[in-house]
């Protein structure tokens, strides 16, 4: 069974940057497409991006175009999101997650994921 350990997360002021590591263990990675999602107290998980299991595509909300990227390393087997220019708003937790079968489409729907990691807290300061 697959286990993901999200790590990268801490405090960071407005307008800095940061970057959240996913490191996947005991299962497949390389065919599966992943995501990053994020949580705040009292709200549903929030799509962040998605990565195509060869890397070549990439989706991302609306909230984070332009500001964050989605990258990974198979032979690390790690999903990477990288931020910059961050915003209050982005203080969530920010929870990395594997599709449930290894089609090709994008989804930004977290019911298509099934296997997810703990989460990292990321603060965003003024």
């Known amino acids: 069974q697959v286990q993901l350990v999200e790590s990268g997360g801490g405090s960071v002021q407005a307008g800095g940057s940061l970057r959240l590591s996913c490191v996947a263990s005991?299962?497949?990675?390389?065919?599966?497409?992943m995501a990053w999602f994020r949580q705040t107290p009292g709200q549903e998980r929030e799509f962040v991006a998605a990565i195509s299991w060869s890397g070549g595509a990439v989706v991302y909300a609306d909230s984070v175009k332009g500001r964050f990227a989605i990258s990974k390393d198979d032979g690390k087997k790690t999903v990477y999101l990288q931020g910059w220019n961050l915003k209050l708003e982005d203080t969530a937790i920010y929870l990395c997650?594997?599709?449930?079968?290894?089609?090709?489409?994008?989804?930004?729907?977290?019911?298509?994921?099934?296997?997810w990691g703990q989460g990292t807290q990321v603060f965003v300061s003024s």
């Open positions: 997650a594997r599709k449930s079968s290894t089609s090709w489409a994008l989804s930004m729907d977290r019911r298509d994921y099934n296997v």
């Open positions: 005991g299962g497949a990675f390389s065919a599966y497409n």
